[in-house]
């Protein structure tokens, strides 16, 4: 009897993978909602991110730097060019490779997104001890490790 009603309790708890998955989209949905007043999206907060720490990277760099494909990313570069946060400039020894910069739009917008996404995550965080949060991230690292296994 014992062993039939550990199976059942386990069977009734969401798989790691759903409350992995929940726990995404539950960040994800917290966090368009404080990027939305501003006028972002998060693909574009997180290109943001990434042109700031590197500017100059071509778009494919960048896609795979969001985790997006290079049709998604052509996709929220038209946008971004359109909103003005971005702009595409030649290589100067390459005509045929355009680099992407933050424009001074972008600068602010990410400016601005930082300090509404920065509470969305203290709020996160507050949730865990500190040696909690290490814990995560160790765990979290050997569930992407075995999955890539």
Known sequence: MEVASSKKSRAAEPSVGVLL???????????????????????????LGELEQRPGVTAATLARAC????????????????QGLVMRVAHARH???LELHMTDVGREALHLAR????????????????KEIATFRVLLSRFVDAIDA
């Open 95 to 97: 005509a045929n490779v």
């Open 21 to 47: 998955k929940r726990a995404e989209q539950a960040m994800v949905k917290a966090k368009n909602a404080v990027l939305k007043p501003i006028g972002l999206t998060l693909a574009q907060y997180v290109a």
């Open 67 to 82: 985790f997006v494909s290079p049709q998604a990313i052509m996709i929220l570069l038209k946008s971004m060019e359109q």
């Open 115 to 130: 300090a509404q996404i920065g509470p969305v995550e203290r709020r996160v965080a507050d949730a865990f001890s500190a």
